[in-house]
């Protein structure tokens, strides 16, 4: 039977429908970026999308073929994800903080033609970025495609907040809400930075099912805010006195 990660590790794809802490291990990707209304129908996201299952199923296929990749299991392709923000510069190319534009603080949803995003899906851990590379060539060639906006992309999440979100996008800020209120309980405090985005990984597929059945995992990055619980109460400290 194929590996399936969403099964084999629920932890990270497959949440209750209330929040909860996760400490997300560094993980190698397939990436596209760009910009725009993701759902434009002849927009850049759709077109990212196309390449980024280009490569997957080259990749997934290779056993049929002569490069063999050392380690190969027969997998699942992991599901589609995405980082986004709305800001005017590249993440980690810029000192502005990640999802402020004009004073918007997070995603504002009504503004969609202002959006950024790193478009992903999972690479297996024995896929290499020579790999990578030899399966853009490969796809390049057989699909008479420009595969050159695809990237070997390595992101180390680390600590995080996270939560199913069953509806459609535009209701997430409630998850949001939720995800945060819980986040502060426990002694933390949001860390969305030009490095550390908003998270998404899509559980449904948008084409075949209901706005309000979608199933999504949002996750934010969050850090210690010098606070811990004690029996359901938080007690804080100063962060100097923690240092010393």
Same mark, same amino acid.
């Given at each position: ?28 990707? +397939? ?23 280009? $490569? ?24 589609? &994800? ?35 995003? $790193? ?17 853009? #060539? !490969? ?11 695809? &990237? ?13 979100? +069953?509806?459609?996008?535009?209701? &997430? ?10 986040? !502060? ?6 860390? $969305?930075?030009? &490095? #550390?985005?908003?998270?998404? $990984? ?9 706005? !309000?059945?979608?199933?999504?995992? +949002? ?26």
């Amino acid at each position: 039977m194929a590996f399936d990660y969403k099964k084999e590790y629920k932890e990270f794809y497959m949440p209750k429908g209330r929040p909860s802490i996760v400490n997300v291990p560094k993980m190698n990707y +397939i990436a596209v970026r760009g910009s725009g209304n993701p759902n434009d129908e002849d927009g850049e996201y759709k077109k990212a999308i196309g390449l980024l299952y280009g $490569i997957a199923f080259t990749i997934k296929m290779s056993k049929k073929g002569d490069h063999q990749i050392d380690g190969y299991f027969d997998y699942v392709v992991p599901p589609l &994800e995405g980082f986004w923000w709305q800001s005017e510069c590249h993440p980690v190319d810029t000192t502005e903080r990640a999802g402020r534009r004009e004073g918007v603080d997070g995603i504002d949803y009504s503004r969609k033609e202002d959006f950024h995003w $790193i478009s992903v899906i999972r690479l297996p851990d024995f896929v290499t970025k020579d790999d990578f590379d030899w399966a853009v #060539r !490969e796809a390049t060639a057989k699909k008479k495609q420009d595969f050159s906006k695809v &990237e070997f992309f390595t992101y180390d999440e680390g600590l995080c907040v996270q939560c199913m979100h +069953i509806g459609s996008y535009d209701d &997430e800020p409630a998850t949001v809400a939720m995800m945060h209120e819980f986040m !502060e309980q426990q002694g933390y405090e949001l860390d $969305i930075t030009d &490095e #550390r985005l908003h998270h998404e $990984i899509y559980l449904s597929d948008a084409r075949k099912v209901a706005p !309000e059945k979608l199933k999504t995992v +949002i996750r934010h990055p969050i850090r210690t805010n010098g606070c811990k619980t004690s029996g359901g109460r938080l007690l804080c400290v100063d962060r100097d006195e923690m240092e010393n």
